[in-house]
């Protein structure tokens, strides 16, 4: 009779502590008993479903990439910044109902957007990370020829080199607002024509009747000048232009250097005989009065050479000495700036006065 073979049962009799406890050397005698791998779809059961699988689905939130200032899914506001606020909006009322819209062009992947009264700006349309997006010019003033509005000037915008980009906007009669044309005359000055059904009557983009009347009464009287022949078309072109700077159609001049970049000295220009009368006064005054104040302090001031344009000077140079030893005869420091002064601002050709003899 064969002999039965013994094989160790799979499951030992003995008491388990818990399901870790019935591994190899955990629980109480002999035989490998199931391990961890294997009691791991029990823990799950034992332990319960996950606080985390209760709580729902997790979303999953598609955005698209916004790496580097230049993307195309950013605010376009938000990533230009402009050196300065706008003008504020002058001109034809019936113009201003445009304030506050933007109107746009797509030409040779670039966008244009313009904005009246506010700015005009430039988008590259790419997905490249270091698309291009910048300001080509900030509302400024009018262009004005002939009495009438003719354009618009953007200027101020983003750096170009050593200056600023700016663009000119030309008004044009249309059946719908929009941007017509775009483009670039010259490197960094740029050209757009804006069609619009605001400028089609023949009177809708002329000055005088947008002034006040304050203006209006002052446009009256310098037309009566030039009628008169008291003032030449110069000074008439003038006395015009600073009218439109008060009204805020134009901004207001500069003050310009004394010298341009040359070091050539400019001379001044003065619109009436009065006003250069009254300048050659005063200077005649501070010129005393720094003579008055030097040789009190005993400090010499005579310039040792001769001038060449002692015949400007409707005055002699007296030929006085003092104990601080000047040289009496040539004229002094003080005279010359005076002479040079008065010289180059020729009383006779006072700029936009016709004198009459």
């Not at 195309?72 to 445009?98: I, V, W």
């Amino acid at each position: 009779m064969r002999a039965r073979a013994q094989f160790p049962a799979p499951w030992p009799h003995r008491q388990c502590r818990g399901p870790w406890t019935c591994a190899p050397g955990l629980g109480s005698g002999p035989g490998p008993g199931p391990g961890p791998v294997r009691l791991l779809p029990l823990l799950l059961l034992w332990l319960g479903p996950h606080p985390l699988t209760r709580a729902g689905k997790m979303k999953i939130v598609e955005e698209p990439n916004t790496f580097g200032l230049n993307n195309p899914f950013l605010p376009q506001t938000s990533r230009l910044q402009a050196k300065r606020d706008p003008s504020a909006a002058s001109g034809p009322a019936h113009l201003f109902r445009l304030s506050g819209k933007c109107f746009s062009l797509v030409e040779s992947m670039y966008k244009y957007e313009f904005c009246p009264f506010h700015n005009v700006t430039q988008h590259e349309q790419t997905f490249r990370w270091n698309a291009y997006s910048g300001i080509l010019g900030i509302w400024d003033e009018w262009e004005i020829f002939n009495n009438t509005f003719t354009g618009m000037w953007m200027r101020d915008g983003d750096s170009c080199g050593s200056k600023n980009r700016q663009t000119k906007v030309d008004l044009a009669c249309g059946k719908s607002h929009k941007l017509a044309q775009v483009s670039e005359p010259s490197t960094c000055v740029y050209s757009l024509t804006f069609e619009t059904p605001l400028v089609c009557h023949p009177h809708a983009l002329l000055v005088y009747p947008t002034l006040p009347e304050n203006l209006q009464q002052k446009w009256d009287k310098t037309e009566q000048s030039l009628a008169d022949e008291l003032i030449t078309p110069q000074g008439y072109d003038k006395l015009l232009k600073e009218i439109f700077e008060e009204a805020g159609y134009l901004k207001a001049s500069t003050e310009k250097e004394a010298t341009n970049p040359q070091g050539e000295v400019k001379s001044p220009e003065f619109e009436t005989l009065e006003k250069c009368n009254k300048e050659y006064e005063e200077l005649s005054k501070e010129l005393k009065r720094l003579k008055d104040l030097l040789t009190q302090n005993h400090i010499a001031y005579t310039k040792q050479r001769e001038s060449t344009r002692a015949e400007h000077l409707d005055y002699k140079t007296p030929a006085t000495s003092s104990r601080s030893g000047v040289v009496s005869g040539p004229r002094s420091i003080f005279e010359e700036m005076l002479a040079f002064k008065m010289t180059s601002c020729d009383c006779s050709q006072a700029k936009g006065l016709k004198i009459l003899h």
